[in-house]
């Protein structure tokens, strides 16, 4: 068993970012702020893709995303991420797998 850290082995994989074509998206950012008291998403996010400001509002980065769908799971009380599958040839790409 290796004694790397999850940050390090996640650094291992490679994201190729479809530019101008996000697949993921907050549907209302003022929800985030105004309605949704944990933001959980700002935690749950294993790749970290979801960062909480000063001001409670949500922003989202999805360079880097893993696509494992925990963000729909945690927003599923307000239903406020429009996620899908990236296009062909984008997104995450897994070095052992």
Known sequence: MSGLRVEEKLFQNRYRVDAGRPHIGIVDPTLCA??????????????????????????LITDGCLECGTCRIICEEHRNIAWAYPRGGYGILFKFG
Do not use: H, L, W
């Open 34 to 59: 105004d309605s949704c008291r944990d933001q959980q998403c700002t935690v749950c996010c294993p790749a970290g893709c979801y960062t909480r400001e000063g001001n409670g509002r949500v922003v």
